[in-house]
Every structure is written in structure tokens, then in C-alpha cells.
């Protein structure tokens, strides 16, 4: 059996024992089905593959310090894939068969869950697509939910290390009435040359602006933004960013403690305003920026003291992780033991 070396985890794909599925056929959703197998045998004209009806999730299982291991706001995630479901007009699957589903994956796969003390998790992507062959642009008739699990580290490889973001406005990753709000594929398809582009320049990823005005702040790559200032959360309100669970529950706890919570439009020029900036999301957790760029109209904006996170990032993180990993009282009921 394979060692895994649970300090030094990447943000990448290893095979797993099992994955789950769940087909709907005929109007509804079947049994779930385990698989051991990582290929999926599928029509060459499925709508998936050439309309894009296709969305995903991101969740993770953390081992807590009294080697529990929870799920995170799973229900929330469930809600999330109904409301992209409905959007590209796929079949919605139930909140209860997800659940289901995400409990199932995590048990079948227990030995890749990682230990506590490590920092890593095991992170679970829902896949929901379209399967039905289709030339017109149509909706498909049936659909596969499947769900696997990956053991991972941090996504930025310093972890809570502040990174520097660059601006983009050259592409815009989702339009004001467009996909941005729900998670699916086209949405990061549309991302990834000013990734690449961002990553080729030093950046650890980019800062899109509103794709009408670009006067506003929407998101950073896979992840939504925050800045700090005068004890207050500002996080950008904006019709084609998607609605981070990460995000929604740092608000909940920055009010517990006392910070004013801000969600409204963020104009650009803020940004020299916040004494602390971090993008948040399931796989960046809370990552402090230390340095935002925009090569277009040549500014820069310096957070810290360019090395390590600022205090109210830091004690977010600490508190937020604390209750994620079962070290500190669930006061919000954000977690959920899975009986392994
Ligand atoms: N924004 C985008 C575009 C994302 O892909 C993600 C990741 O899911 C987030 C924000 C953060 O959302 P969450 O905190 O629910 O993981
Ligand atoms: C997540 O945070 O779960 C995401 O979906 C980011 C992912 C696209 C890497």
C-alpha cells in the first residue's frame, strides 16, 4: 500500500479507492453506485463535453484533535450545485442525496483522510453532468452526480504565507448576467489564459475587475476577496462573483468578533485604503496578499510588512481553522461528524 507523506501534500489529483455515482435517468435519481474505477465511459455527444452542461463542487474532511473527522457546511455546497444545476438546466440533486453521497465517498475512502497536525484535508469534488447525446443546443435528459476525494495541502504552496496578485483587465472571467454566480467548468475555462498569464509574471494569481464598469473589485482567480480596514470586513457585492462559503462564513465570524461587516460594491482605487487584503475560498482557506499589481495603469498597492499576514487575517484564520478542525466550539453549527 502506497505511504502517503501527509506533511508535503499538494493541491493536485492522486487516485483514490473508491468514487460514488448516482444517475438520473427517466425523470429521476437512482441508487448510488460505488465505482473503483477513475474513467468515465460516456457518449461522444454528450452535452457535457460540447454545451458545457457541467458543474462542480469543492468540500473538504477534516480529522479534528479528538480524531473526528467533519464536513463543512456540506448543506451549503448541496444548495450551491441546485442553484448551478438550474442555471445550465441540469437535473438538481437533492440536498439529502448529496449528503448521502459526500458521507458515503468519505467512509469508502477513510485511509486517506489525512491525520491531524498536518494541516491537510481531504478535499471533495462533486462532478454533476450532462450524458445524453445532443447536436442541437439542448439540455440533456440524463445526468451523472459523482463525487471523489483527493488528500490535500495547501492550494498556494507557502500556505498561510501572504502572495501577490495581479490585476487582469484583459479578460473578464464571467459577465454581470452571466455563469459567475454558479460553479461551473466555462467559468474556469474563461479564467485560465490570465492565470497563466498572471503565473508567468511572478503572481500567484489574478484580481478580475466588474467585466462592465471594470471599476470594482469582483474576484481573485478561484477565490473572493476581503480587505480590512478600521476593524471593518469588505467584501465585494457584485452579480458575477460566486458566492464563496468561505466568504459568508468569515462574515458570520468577523461579526462574532466584533468587526463590522461590509458586503457592497469595492471601487478599485479602495484598495489603497485596506490595511489588509486576502482572497478566501475551500482550497485558499484565508490567504493574506502582500502585493496587488495592475501592469495597465502601472499602481501598486503594499499590504504589511511584505513577509508575514496581518493580525486580524491571522486571527480569522486561527479561529476559523480552529473550529473547522474541532479545536475550538462549533458556536455556529457549521460542522458535522461523519461516523466512519
Ligand atoms: N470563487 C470561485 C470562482 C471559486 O471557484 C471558489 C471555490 O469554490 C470560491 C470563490 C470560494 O468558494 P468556497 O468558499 O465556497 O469554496
Ligand atoms: C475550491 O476552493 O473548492 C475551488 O473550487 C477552487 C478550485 C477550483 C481549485
Known sequence: ???IDWANLPFGYSDSDYNVRCYYRNGAWGKIEVS?????????????????QEGFEGLKAYTGKDGKV????????????????DRVLMAAPPVDLFREM??????????????YGYGATLYIRPLLIGTSPEVGVRPSEEYVLLMFVVPVGPYFKAGFKPVDMMICRDFDRAAPLGTGTVKVGGNYAASLQSLELAKKLGFSSTIYLDAKEKKYIDECGPANFFGIKDNHYITPKSSSILPSITNKSLQQLAEHLGYVVERRPVPFEELSEFEETAECGTAAVITPIKKIVDPVTNTTFNYGDGVNAGPVCTRL????????????PDLFGWTEVIDL
Open 1 to 3: 500500500m502506497q505511504q
Open 36 to 52: 473503483s474505477s477513475s474513467v468515465i465511459n460516456m457518449h461522444m455527444a454528450a452535452t457535457c463535453l460540447h454545451y458545457g
Open 70 to 85: 467533519r464536513l463543512f457546511r456540506c448543506e451549503e455546497n448541496a444548495k450551491r450545485m441546485q442553484n448551478t444545476a
Open 102 to 115: 459526500v458521507h458515503q465517498v468519505v467512509k469508502l475512502n477513510a485511509r486517506f483522510v489525512p491525520p
Open 317 to 328: 484564520y486561527k479561529e476559523y481553522t480552529a473550529i473547522q478542525f474541532g479545536e475550538k
